[in-house]
């Protein structure tokens, strides 16, 4: 829903899906502009997961992120926290450290 809708709900499990796939794509890309530039993209989106309002620090909840959405069209868990964006998440933390750490 969220590519074809005008809607702008945040869906940081969409986020995180999308930042652990382009850490996943540098590692395929010779070094250059275009890589440079969708790491750049990646760091970007992942700093921002890692703050408010989307990382949960201090709050009381199981999950690491919240905004997420499940069930948009049954307004059925919009904009809470869930695991498969937490799953996401911990695989882009996970390329980042490859990426940067190797």
């Not at 809708?5 to 395929?28: F, K, P, R």
């Not at 989106?45 to 069209?73: D, I, R, W």
């Not at 868990?77 to 750490?101: G, I, K, T």
Request: net charge negative.
């Amino acid at each position: 829903w969220d590519f074809q809708s005008d809607d702008t709900q945040t869906d940081v499990s969409a986020s995180a899906i999308v930042t652990a796939a382009l850490y996943e794509l540098i590692g395929h890309l010779p070094k250059g502009h275009e890589r440079d530039y969708y790491a750049r993209e990646a760091d970007r989106m992942l700093a921002a997961l890692c703050q408010a309002p989307y990382f949960t620090v201090g709050k009381n909840t199981n999950c690491l992120l919240e905004h997420s959405v499940q069930y948009y069209h049954l307004n059925h868990n919009v904009n809470r926290p869930c695991s498969f964006a937490d799953y996401y998440f911990m695989e882009a933390l996970y390329r980042y450290a490859q990426h940067y750490l190797k």
